[in-house]
T-cell receptor, first 111, second 118 residues
Framework: ELKVEQNPLFLSMQEGKNYTIYCNYS?????LYWYRQDPGKSLESLFV?????AVKQEGRLMASLDTKARLSTLHITAAVHDLSATYFC???????????FGRGTSLIVHP | DGGITQSPKYLFRKEGQNVTLSCEQN?????MYWYRQDPGQGLRLIYY???????QKGDIAEGYSVSREKKESFPLTVTSAQKNPTAFYLC?????????????????FGSGTQLSVL
């Protein structure tokens, strides 16, 4: 059974600081997804990482994937309040796309 | 605009009552999914459908039922057998569930329905 673990689950950080969210998964997968959820809202896709060593960046967020270590990171650079949200990683297993989601990392950025 | 529409946004269920959550997509996607989200938890898969007239149980299907009579629609019924239905329900779609058919495999989500018990 595929397990997806995120660390930390809660993160309170100051504006301007850097931090990294980690996503570990238990079985082989060659791809990983990051989603963002604002409170009471739906999920929106942030990054689709399709191969080992993939790195994607958008604004202050950068995601990477190491399929050998079964690890993805979401790095936040110089955080701003607008980044406050819950971030989920999701990993599909086998040959299907049906993803298993991590529990999410609730990020609060304060002045 | 293409997208996924869920309704209602808020729903209240009385004890012993069945309620149905609507999910409609105009993205021409074959695959549709229902997830349940509890506070502080990840998303758990209830049911998914690869194609019209076909659907499969996910990890927590007990107490729920679905139908897929049209490509665009995938309604979820929360039955009275679901003893703890209070949660946020999310519908999603993708081009296909199979990686060989869709190299990206990104899910598109609706805006969700918050179900509460009266």
């Amino acid at each position: 059974e595929l397990k997806v673990e995120q660390n930390p689950l809660f993160l309170s950080m100051q504006e301007g600081k850097n931090y990294t969210i980690y996503c570990n998964y238990s079985t082989t997968s060659d791809r990983l997804y990051w989603y963002r959820q604002d409170p009471g809202k739906s999920l929106e896709s942030l990054f689709v990482l399709l191969s080992n060593g993939a790195v994607k960046q958008e604004g202050r967020l950068m995601a990477s994937l190491d399929t050998k270590a079964r690890l993805s990171t979401l790095h936040i650079t110089a955080a701003v309040h607008d980044l406050s949200a819950t971030y989920f990683c999701a990993v599909p297993s086998g040959g299907s796309y049906i993803p298993t989601f991590g529990r999410g990392t609730s990020l609060i950025v304060h002045p | 605009d293409g997208g996924i529409t869920q309704s209602p946004k808020y729903l209240f269920r009385k004890e012993g009552q069945n309620v149905t959550l609507s999910c409609e997509q105009n993205l021409n996607h074959d695959a549709m999914y229902w997830y349940r989200q509890d506070p502080g938890q990840g998303l758990r898969l209830i049911y998914y459908s690869q194609i019209v007239n076909d659907f499969q149980k996910g990890d927590i299907a007990e107490g729920y039922s679905v139908s897929r009579e049209k490509k665009e629609s995938f309604p979820l019924t929360v039955t009275s057998a679901q003893k703890n239905p209070t949660a946020f329900y999310l519908c999603a779609s993708s081009i296909s569930i199979w990686q060989r058919s869709d190299p990206r495999g990104k899910l598109f989500f609706g805006s969700g329905t918050q179900l509460s018990v009266l």
